[in-house]
Structure formats: C-alpha cells, structure tokens
C-alpha cells in the first residue's frame, strides 16, 4: 500500500509567515528552540504528534491545517488506500525516530479529535523524551506490542488493550522489543 507522504515543515512555515510571526515569536508561544522551529520547517526533523498538536494550539489552527487539510464536509470516508501519512525522521538522511502515522479524518471539518492509524517500528534514535501537551489520548493496540511510559508508570500493551490518558501527563509511546507494532490513536486537542 503506497500513501501519499507530507512535508509538515512548509505548512508550518506558510502558517508562521501568513501569520505574520517570527521564528523566536513561535518559539516563545510553544516553549520551543528557534533551532527546533528552524529544522522542522527545512524539513530537517519532523515533528511529533504531540509537537505538531502544540504548535497547532499556539498558531491558533488546527492540526489538520498542519497536515495540508482543507475545510471540508461535515463528514469524512478514508479509504484504505487514500490515508496522508507522515514519517517520523531526525534528519534529510532518514535517521527514524519510530514511528509514521497514517490521518483518518482529513477533511472533516470543525474536527475536535484527531484519528491516525500509527506504525511504531524499532528506532534508530532512541530517546527518553516524553511529550506533554493539552487534551487527551485514546490509544488501541491492533498488532504487535506497544510500551507506554506515562508519568512514572510504565507497561506493555497487547492486541486489544487500550489506554485512555490525559495528556498534559508527560508521555511516550513505543514498539516493546523489536517488533513493529500497530495502533489506533485518537487525540482531542481542546481549541484556543
């Protein structure tokens, strides 16, 4: 199955510009290095789910106008072969950080939830970086095992576990051992 892959950097980029802002303006709005801001919009690192959910909140649009989404009908049908996916890379040489995600609800409008399919795969770059943002997560496990570092609690995942959590608790998700793992997880993001 062949998706059809977004370069996060530039929407964010014409957001900031349209907008009239600066590189240390955003930065001072997410908490964010102007260097961070830099490399995500040169496509340089992609930012995560949690990062993009951030930015979306402080530039006052929706994750979706991240993603290229327009505007569209009050309802949405993503055919298997239609999901936008996005990789998750450290550099233009493909360094991974784990995991892509695939969008399910492009171009509903008024969105308040943010549904993707997400492969975790064995990282390249191991971090212990959690991310923390406002709203809420919902994750299921459809294949594989997922680890879940939340707080200070960590566990494991199998096919047919979920985890609801708010996520203004630090975070991490990941493949547990070496195996490619699969979920869905939907995001509320609450608009500013």
């Not at 955003?26 to 908490?31: C, E, K, N, S």
């Not at 989404?69 to 991974?96: C, L, M, N, W």
């Not at 990282?123 to 991310?131: D, F, L, R, Y």
């Amino acid at each position: 199955m062949e998706f059809q892959e977004f370069r996060v950097g530039e929407r964010i980029k014409t957001i900031r510009e349209n907008k009239g802002l600066s590189l240390k303006e955003v930065a001072d709005l997410t908490g964010f290095s102007t260097a961070l801001l830099s490399q995500m919009e040169n496509h340089l690192v992609s930012p995560s789910l949690g990062t993009m959910i951030k930015l979306a909140n402080s530039l006052e649009v929706r994750v979706g106008d991240l993603l290229g989404e327009t505007q569209g009908e009050p309802f949405t049908i993503v055919r298997k072969d239609e999901r936008k996916s996005v990789s998750r890379f450290a550099s233009k040489e493909g360094v991974k950080y784990g995991y892509f995600y695939e969008s399910l609800g492009f171009d509903k409008k008024d969105r308040h939830m943010e549904p993707f399919i997400v492969t975790l795969e064995p990282a390249t770059v191991k971090t212990s970086k959690t991310s923390a943002h406002e709203g809420e997560e919902f994750i299921f496990v459809l294949e594989g095992e997922m680890e879940v570092i939340l707080g200070d609690h960590t566990d494991v995942l199998s096919p047919g576990d979920s985890i609801y959590y708010d996520s203004t608790i630090p975070h991490r998700v990941q493949c547990h051992q070496d195996k490619i793992t699969r979920i869905l997880a939907v995001l509320y993001a609450p608009s500013k």
